[in-house]
């Protein structure tokens, strides 16, 4: 079982809350988006425009994976955008979890303001294809781990 450790510097137990998933089976890409675009929101507003998002009712800005996407009219201040539902749905349950870890501490919910989000690349899981006269292509899936730091603000 490997070690895993948040990419979190600065944590202290008193002050803030934590959750992660690891090695989640979403777009690296996407899941980078997500959490850029729910990183300073408070935990209730985060929740509701992840569920906007994966009814596909608001849009995520696509600010570093931009080429050949459509562009969005209802994004404010960014044209590329997408609705990433599947990595929205993850980071939603992460940030359940986040909401669970807070109520254990006896934090108040309404005050909880995420601090860090961020998606990193996990393990690559290695599959081949078979082709023709011997030889196979690859069909590599990289898995993501989502980490989520909220304090009350």
């Given amino acids: 079982m490997p070690l ?8 202290d137990p008193l002050l803030h ?6 090695e989640v089976d979403v777009s690296p890409k996407t899941a980078r988006e997500v959490c850029k675009s729910i990183k300073g929101m ?38 590329a955008g997408g609705y990433p539902v599947k990595a929205a749905a993850k980071v939603l349950e992460v940030l359940n979890n986040l909401e669970a870890n807070s109520e254990f501490k006896g934090r ?7 601090i860090h ?5 996990g393990r690559i899981i290695k599959a081949y294809t078979p082709r023709a006269q011997g030889r196979s292509s ?16």
């Avoid at 408070?42 to 996407?69: C, I, N, Q, S, W």
């Fill in 42 to 79: 408070f935990l209730h507003d985060a929740k509701d425009y992840l569920e906007a998002v994966t009814e596909k009712k608001a849009a995520v800005p696509f600010r570093r994976f931009k080429r050949g996407g459509a562009h969005r009219s209802e994004i404010n201040g960014f044209h």
């Fill in 138 to 153: 690859p069909s590599f899936n990289t898995l993501v781990h989502i980490e989520l730091v909220a304090t009350e603000a």
């Fill in 108 to 114: 108040d919910l309404d005050r909880m303001k995420i």
């Fill in 4 to 11: 895993f450790r948040y990419s979190f510097q600065n944590y």
């Fill in 117 to 121: 989000a961020s998606a990193a690349r």
């Fill in 17 to 22: 809350i934590r959750a992660a998933g690891r």
